[in-house]
């Protein structure tokens, strides 16, 4: 509560109608529909952490991007998460049983400042993951 969550939709979310139910009866919980994705690092950039919960995600573009805006992740322990979060370095992995009581000690072990001192770590490991470095490594297999 002593936090406020953002939770971003777009136009088609099949999930959209869910999570407003659920949210509806908290007061520090804000949906915004992200009309066009430029605006996505804007909004991500003003972020303490960025929170990923979907299970079973074979790589999680959401953790990538919040990391290459320098932004930590608070995701789940379990598949392409493990491989782009580095735990205590860019996010925070969490119980992939998680409850409600693990996600807020997550939200609240994220503050400012500690969000700040992981910034060149997330950019370090969300370059691992880019276009240029993608071509790189595809490029020294046919070499």
């Excluded at 777009?10 to 915004?32: P, R, T, V």
């Excluded at 805006?69 to 370095?89: F, K, L, M, N, S």
Aim: aromatic share 10%; proline share 2%.
């Amino acid at each position: 509560p002593s936090r406020r969550v953002v939770i971003l939709y777009g136009e088609n979310d099949s999930q959209k109608a869910e999570f407003m139910e659920l949210g509806a009866c908290f007061d520090n919980i804000i949906f915004h529909k992200l009309s066009k994705n430029e605006h996505l690092p804007w909004i991500i950039s003003g972020s303490i952490a960025t929170i990923a919960l979907s299970k079973n995600e074979d790589f999680g573009m959401v953790a990538t991007e919040s990391m290459a805006c320098g932004i930590p992740v608070i995701a789940v322990d379990e598949g392409g998460y493990r491989e782009t979060v580095i735990h205590y370095q860019t996010g925070l992995l969490i119980n992939a049983n998680f409850s409600n009581n693990d996600i807020r000690d997550a939200i609240l072990a994220l503050d400012r400042e500690k969000s700040v001192s992981m910034e060149t770590s997330c950019h370090e490991q969300a370059e691992k993951f880019s276009l240029s470095q993608f071509r790189s490594l595809l490029l020294s297999y046919f070499s």
